[in-house]
């Protein structure tokens, strides 16, 4: 019998995306699967829509708003399944998104979570910010991709279409085992939102679990590209999660330098916001570090601890990609890592 799949897409406030966008998860192909709205405590209509309209779709009710992390976290509590697709209420899916996926996972038992290709629902010729062709991770923590470096997203003309081993794999359509996802407690919940994906994938690679990228799946993401520079509590998570996780997933002796010299890259990245006068992305950087000292010496114990001996990671790169991109001018994934696109 086929593994049964449940695509879980959390929702709040997201009605407009529900409605646009729901008819496509409804049309999946692949069978067995069951579709569920998560609500986090929405606001809006969203859920008198889908009594009214998709009735057949079953709905959990979160008391709360719990964030990405938090709500996920308590929703698939209760949904029973071999997999779950963490799915962005803004994401359009094609018909037979998810049989290429779940093919690959269940030809290899040691595959713990896939995305699939992602590209930009606006301009459906480009890679999407989150997760692109899959996600990778330089050597002092920033997340890169197949396809977007920064804030640069490449044209996709089919050179990232080879199916991966990744470092990360996007939290918009997170293909995962519900098995793993349970074993690992999943998601790291005072993540809230932002970077909990990443944090979740390096847990699982470091007990031996790969993360996959399968290009044959594409999906298209509304997203909202680069963090929004006024945006402060976005920006804050932004930066407070990023120290968060590598403090939790780095081998100690590599936290000992690393952390403290991303503390003065992102003092350097405030300083150069405030003097363009984005004085709101200076300050979020600021609050960003004092909540990660407060984490660090009153927080951390409630986070779950991997094994962090020194690990074989895939998609990790062992240079600085904000050196290759900035200094060096380099502007795509192929020149990142220097081969011809």
């Known amino acids: 019998m086929p593994a049964k799949v449940s695509v879980v897409i959390l929702n709040f406030n997201g009605r407009k995306y529900l409605e ?22 929405s606001t809006d209509d969203s859920l008198a829509f889908l009594n009214d309209h998709y009735p057949q779709v079953r709905q959990i009710l979160l008391i709360r708003n719990y964030g990405y992390a938090g709500g996920y976290n308590q929703a698939l509590k209760q949904v029973d399944s071999d997999y779950y697709v963490l799915l962005n ?5 094609t018909p037979g998104w998810i049989d290429p996926v779940i093919a690959l996972m269940e030809n290899d038992l040691s595959i713990g979570a896939c995305q699939p290709k ?5 301009r459906r ?8 062709s899959g996600g990778w991770m330089d050597c002092l923590g920033y997340p890169f991709a197949r396809g977007r470096i920064f804030d640069i997203c490449e044209q996709d003309h089919g050179q990232y279409d080879d199916v991966q081993k990744i470092f990360w794999a996007s939290g918009a359509a997170l293909f995962v085992r519900a098995s793993l996802y349970h074993s690992l407690n999943g998601l790291d919940t005072y993540f809230f939102a932002h970077m909990e994906e990443i944090d979740f994938c390096w847990r699982m690679q470091l007990i031996n679990y790969g993360i996959y990228v399968c290009p044959d799946s594409v999906v298209y ?4 590209g680069t963090l ?41 990245s405030a300083w150069k916001s405030l003097f363009a006068g984005e ?3 200076f300050f979020a950087i600021l609050e ?47 020149e990142i890592m220097g081969v011809k696109s």
Request: charged share 20%; aromatic share 14%; proline share 4%.
């Open 118 to 122: 992602i590209l930009d629902f606006n």
């Open 279 to 281: 004085a709101v992305y």
């Open 221 to 224: 993401h509304v997203g909202g």
């Open 20 to 41: 646009q966008f729901l008819p496509s998860v409804l049309a999946s192909t692949y069978s067995p699967v069951e579709v569920v709205v998560a609500d986090n405590a």
């Open 89 to 93: 209420s803004d994401v359009e899916v």
């Open 288 to 334: 960003a570090h004092l909540a990660f000292v407060k984490w660090l010496f009153f927080m951390q114990g409630r986070s779950i601890f991997p094994s962090r001996r020194k690990a074989r990671l895939s998609g990790w790169y062992r240079h600085s990609v904000a050196w290759k991109h900035f200094v060096r001018g380099k502007k795509t994934f192929a």
């Open 125 to 132: 010729d480009h890679f999407e910010y989150a997760g692109a």
């Open 228 to 268: 929004p520079k006024g945006n402060e509590r976005k920006v804050f998570l932004n930066f407070r999660n990023n120290m968060i996780m590598l403090a939790k997933n780095l081998p100690r002796r590599q936290s000992f330098w690393k952390i403290p010299l991303r503390v003065i890259m992102d003092i350097i």
